[in-house]
């Protein structure tokens, strides 16, 4: 299948922590932030004198909650939690459409945020969020 | 009476100022706190380890303003800019329910007069020492 | 039966104060936080490094006030106010649904009266130490020169595992789903995650007579005549705990991190928060033999050819619960508050709820020794 063209529609973007697609997902979002350093001084006159930093990023995403999801919210909290009593291991996160010849973004990173909410008579759901360890790296698919 | 049976009806649940009905009031809660003490350390591996802390209250309710209220928005002013502490009470005052009494301090009292509308005013205080749960006599 | 299929009704989720179901809520919700570290530094260029830190968790819900319920407003009024530390679980009916489980603090609770209209409480839930997600309430038991059963979901008749038979004296299941049954005169075994055989750990033969898994991860194994030991967050080797040399038997771990281990003809010992020595309680030189500890906070322990015994929520005495002098083996208690004990070469008996008589569940007349549930 070629590149997808026009406008994404939201639904094909997927979250994958490895090879698995993150279930029943409502919602998923990219975030890279450079923190830019503001370095004006005396010498600067009127404008702002902006020099480059460090590059983050997050992924995160919501989802349907569910008990017999394949890769859902227990493997989510495995993830959060780290087994046993070893501390949380970094994971390598994808988000990508699967489509030849569409970007994907991946990178290894912690799970740092992971809630579900039960309301009265209505879907359960999850939402979570990943912070990047080192680069995130761009490449089609 | 008996002890109300179902979901209550906030309208049955009122504020007392020492022993004295918080009167035209539309809505009154009730917060308890307890400031747990965050005490992670080296020992605690890689889950937060909590202890407890101290247990705070607060009540505080909402009401329509007027001059003539039994008890309303002057008597609070005299109690804010004593300031006077006082015993406050909430409770439906029907035998058999629950209701919750302590010493309080009440922390702020503001009034709002909108244009061509109900003017109001809301209070909160804040507890001093125990909060006392007991079954209304 | 089996597990919540499709995405789940809200409504069927509840929290649990012990195995009290806090009536009336209208809404839950549990968020994990893992407190990564920035580590960035000029080794990094230009992308920021993270390294692992501490994780947090917080359970919050909000519901109708009433006054006539069973586990409301009014209750956790107490449990705040009481600086009460307990354990929390959400979870919906489902036993083959998992749960998510751990020891906290109430730190909020708000109760909110407006005019004609119904009043609410919401509440907020602080965790200390770890949140456990329980896959099952699987119970099991072990047979002195038998095998080991398993009894699924807590429901049903025991199955036998087809183990290798064996003297079998004790069983305790970890928070991570691992189980451990030990061979008095011989090792420790652990079946991984609750499936498969169980495996020797090349423990060493030594008179291994009761096992507890704590809520921090850690796991005790006792010896009749000799020390307690401790295997550091379920790896590695047991370690011996320099605790004077007794008949001990069994162990369990409560709810708040303190550790019970029984000695018979003797006393009940008591290990507080997991640290120091273990302390005797005085309760009188009886044949102690079996205990559990209920997720409620009680803590039970059983006399062989004696009554079984309960102290109310940690603290106290142990105090007679009039259930006739049998030859009481292990307990264990269950996530949902059942109490298990076994009667040497009759059955396996169960205490509904916490509350009430034990009752013979029909399992046949085997050399029962020990049971595992949750908070062995």
Known sequence: MAQTTDIIDGRIMGIYNGANLIATITGCSLKISHAARDSANKDSGKWGHTLSGRVGWTMSGNGKFRFDATHGFAELFDLICGAGAALPTPATFLISTQNAGDIDYSGSGYLTDLQADYPDSADSTYSFTIKGDGALTKATH | MAQHTDIIDGRLMGIYVAGSLVAVATGCSLKITHAVRESSNKDSGKWQKMLPGRVGWSMSGNAKFEFNAAYGFADLYALITGPTGATVLISTKTTGDIEYTGNCFLESLDADFPDSADSTYSFSMKGDGVLTKQTTA | ?376
């Open chain 3, 1 to 376: 039966m089996s597990g919540t299929t499709d995405i789940l009704d809200g409504r069927l989720m509840g929290i649990y104060n012990g195995a009290n179901l806090i009536a009336t809520i209208t809404d839950c919700n549990l968020k994990i936080q893992h407190n990564v570290r920035e580590s960035s530094s000029k080794d990094s260029g230009k992308t920021s490094h993270i390294l692992p830190g501490r994780i947090g968790w917080v359970i919050s819900g909000g519901g109708k006030f009433r006054f006539d319920v069973g586990h409301g407003a009014n209750e956790l009024f107490d449990a705040i106010t009481g600086q009460t530390e307990a354990n929390f679980i959400i979870a919906t009916s489902n036993a083959l649904d998992f749960s998510l489980s751990g020891s906290g603090f109430l730190t909020d609770l708000e109760e909110l009266f407006p005019d004609s209209q119904d009043s609410t409480f919401i509440f907020t839930i602080r965790g200390d130490g770890q949140l456990n997600k329980l896959t099952h309430q699987n119970i099991y038991a072990c047979v002195q020169n038998g095998d080991i059963y398993l009894q699924l979901n807590g429901t049903g008749s025991f199955g036998a595992l087809s183990q290798v038979s064996r003297y079998w004296q004790c069983m305790t299941i970890a928070h991570n789903g691992n189980v451990y049954a030990a061979e008095t005169g011989g090792d420790i075994y652990m079946q991984t995650g609750g499936s498969g055989d169980f495996v020797a750990l090349g423990q060493g033969n030594k008179n291994w007579a009761g096992l507890a898994a704590a809520p921090n991860g850690n796991i005790y194994a006792a010896v009749n005549g000799g020390d307690i030991y401790m295997q550091t967050g379920g790896a590695g080797n047991f370690v011996a705990l320099g605790q004077i040399n007794r008949p001990y038997y069994n162990l369990c771990a409560a709810p708040n991190g303190n550790i019970y281990v029984t000695s018979s003809g003797d006393d009940i010992y008591m290990q507080t928060g997991g640290t120091g020595n273990f302390i005797a309680l005085s309760q009188g030189a009886k044949q102690w033999f079996g205990m559990a500890a209920a997720p409620n906070g009680n803590i039970y322990a059983s006399v062989s050819g004696g009554d079984i015994y309960m102290q109310t929520g940690g603290s106290g005495n142990f105090v007679s619960l009039s259930q006739g002098n049998k030859a009481w083996g292990g307990m264990c208690a269950s996530i949902t508050g059942n109490i298990y004990t076994c009667w040497y070469g009759h059955d396996i008996y169960m205490q509904t709820g916490g509350s009430g008589n034990f009752v013979a569940l029909s399992q046949g007349s085997k050399a029962w020794m020990a049971l595992a549930g949750i908070n062995n």
